[in-house]
Structure formats: structure tokens, C-alpha cells
Nanobody
């Protein structure tokens, strides 16, 4: 079992950068693919990025490619999302999640954090 806690959200100006962190606890962290999702009120949860459990291979949604970088440190049980060139449309609550497979489907993630708010001002 994995417990997840996000941090690092805040208010930034468009074009700025922010780094999100996800602290994980649990004995099998390295066996899970880890992902970031985001969600706004009244909208579906949106996949952002995922990283595999062993090789660091990652997948990004088209809207963040070239701007966001997902990474993990299994020794520290930590997941990160470096967000550069932020846009107002990036504003959302960001969640980290863990799955036994590499997927963009939120229904396949068994473990979720509580989220951290990211607000990008114009």
C-alpha cells in the first residue's frame, strides 16, 4: 500500500516555474508507476504525466510536452513535477497517483494524494 502527499503548489505568474513534490510512504513504492493528474471544478480529471517504476520512461499529455518534466527518486520515495513556462490554463488542483501499470486512465490508479493547488495568473 502507498500513501501520497503532494506539496509545492502556489500562485505564479504566466511564464513562471513551479516544482511539485509528492511524498510517498509504503514498502513497495518502487513497484508502482507514478503519475500526475489535474482537475478543475466541474471538469473531468485530466492526465498530465506518468513515469514507470524502473527505467524512468515517461509519457506526457500533449498540452504540457516540452514544458513539464516528471521524475522520481525511489530511494527517497518521492515523485516530482517540474513545471516551466506556465500558462493560465495550467491552473488546477494537481494530484499524484500510483498504479501497477503505466496508463493515463485515472480509474486504474489505486492510490491518490489529496492534491495541491496551482494557480497561474495572466
Amino acid at each position: 500500500q502507498v500513501q501520497l502527499v503532494e506539496s509545492g503548489g502556489g500562485l505564479v505568474q504566466a511564464g513562471g516555474s513551479l516544482r511539485l513534490s509528492c511524498a510517498a510512504t509504503g514498502r513497495t513504492f518502487s513497484n508502482y508507476a507514478m503519475a500526475w493528474f489535474r482537475q478543475n471544478p466541474g471538469k473531468e480529471r485530466e492526465f498530465v504525466a506518468v513515469i514507470d517504476w524502473a527505467f524512468g520512461a515517461s509519457i506526457y499529455t500533449d498540452s504540457v510536452k516540452g514544458r513539464f518534466t516528471i521524475s522520481r527518486d525511489n530511494a527517497k520515495n518521492a515523485l516530482y513535477l517540474q513545471m516551466n513556462s506556465l500558462k493560465p490554463e495550467d491552473t488546477a488542483v494537481y494530484y499524484c497517483a500510483a498504479s501497477t501499470k503505466v496508463t493515463a486512465a485515472p480509474d486504474e490508479y489505486a492510490y491518490w494524494g489529496q492534491g495541491t493547488q496551482v494557480t497561474v495568473s495572466s
